[in-house]
């Protein structure tokens, strides 16, 4: 069983930055895609950004420029960098794991952009 345990949310002013942080229990990290998504309210979960097990990165048309997500095999942590963060960011975010077509989720944490 994998957990996955992500923090780094808060409450941000417009053009701000925040990192969030997916640690993952466990020794499968190092194999598995990793993603990042969101669940704005009232609104469907949706992908913003992942990251294949070799490294290589995509991200939704909204985030690129402004996002970039990282991996450190090395401590079993996904890493999701907002730059210039807009309103329309605000949002729970949440990590997924994938390996061998089984998904794994956190909690979510919450990110707020506001003045």
């Known amino acids: 069983q994998v957990q996955l345990v992500e923090s780094g949310g808060g409450l941000v002013q417009p053009g701000g930055s925040l990192r969030l942080s997916c640690v993952a229990s466990g020794s499968l990290f190092g194999i598995s895609a990793m993603g990042w998504y969101r669940q704005a309210p009232g609104k469907q979960r949706e992908l913003v950004a992942s990251?294949?097990?070799?490294?290589?990165?995509d991200y939704v048309e909204a985030v690129k420029g402004r996002f970039t997500i990282s991996r450190d095999n090395g401590k079993n942590t996904v890493y999701l960098q907002m730059n210039s963060l807009k309103p329309e960011d605000t949002a729970v975010y949440y990590c997924?794991?994938?390996?061998?077509?089984?998904?794994?989720w956190g909690q979510g944490t919450q990110v707020t952009v506001s003045s």
């Open positions: 997924k794991l994938s390996l061998w077509r089984i998904n794994y």
């Open positions: 990251i294949t097990a070799g490294g290589t990165a």
